[in-house]
T-cell receptor, first 112, second 113 residues
Framework: DAGVTQSPTHLIKTRGQQVTLRCSPKSGHDTVSWYQQALGQGPQFIFQYYEEEERQRGNFPDRFSGHQYPNYSSELNVNALLLGDSALYLC???????????FGSGTRLTVV | AQSVTQLDSHVSVSEGTPVLLRCNYSSSYSPSLFWYVQHPNKGLQLLLKYTSAATLVKGINGFEAEFKKSETSFHLTKPSAHMSDAAEYFCVVPLSNTGKLIFGQGTTLQVKP
């Protein structure tokens, strides 16, 4: 049984560009959350998707947007990349209830 | 507002000695609390969780944590450290009815041979 799968594992982008990160949740999970983890910091909540809608959002600008598909997979899009967007982006899935999160290994985004 | 504070950014122990990673929480009620571990270049793995049942919680890999309401603490312990325990550890509280997890700043555990 596959866990949470994220792609790509590493990515290098230039400041001002746009990026799309992808997440396939664990089988049986219908809720996907995205977190940003800067170097040496704890993960920060970006947003959560359930039933193809954004259910909760953290303190991130509108440059960060997302999408959830009918098969529960999700994308995180970041526009107008800044150097400060360089981080590990983690996807977590769960079955609606809040206490059964499974995290992926993350996508390491470097903005140069 | 709910929050967690990890009291040590870095802990170093010798293999075979006890591990203590400290976490204090702030909440107006008895929260749920988790400990996660993150090995280098890996995702986060749930070690254990407290959800207002037994105050002493046993987790994977020999770790356990005790919820102490009087001290607002949820410290993580292990009797004997393994080299494989070297990793980053996060104390986490879920924000009620939101699905959002609030992470502490993390504690780096170093295990010396």
């Amino acid at each position: 049984d596959a866990g949470v799968t994220q792609s790509p594992t590493h990515l290098i982008k230039t400041r001002g560009q746009q990026v799309t990160l992808r997440c396939s949740p664990k089988s049986g999970h219908d809720t996907v959350s995205w977190y940003q983890q800067a170097l040496g910091q704890g993960p920060q909540f970006i947003f959560q998707y359930y039933e193809e809608e954004e259910r909760q959002r953290g303190n991130f600008p509108d440059r960060f947007s997302g999408h959830q598909y009918p098969n529960y997979s999700s994308e995180l899009n970041v526009n107008a990349l800044l150097l400060g967007d360089s981080a590990l982006y983690l996807c977590a899935s769960s079955r609606t209830e809040f206490y059964g999160y499974t995290f992926g290994s993350g996508t390491r985004l470097t903005v140069v | 507002a709910q929050s967690v504070t990890q009291l040590d950014s870095h802990v170093s122990v010798s293999e075979g000695t006890p591990v203590l990673l400290r976490c204090n929480y702030s909440s107006s009620y008895s929260p749920s609390l988790f400990w996660y571990v993150q090995h280098p270049n890996k995702g986060l793995q749930l070690l254990l969780k407290y959800t207002s049942a037994a105050t002493l919680v046993k987790g994977i890999n020999g770790f356990e944590a005790e919820f102490k309401k009087s001290e607002t603490s949820f410290h993580l312990t292990k009797p004997s450290a393994h080299m494989s325990d070297a990793a980053e550890y996060f104390c986490v509280v879920p924000l009620s009815n939101t699905g959002k997890l609030i992470f502490g700043q993390g504690t780096t555990l170093q295990v010396k041979p």
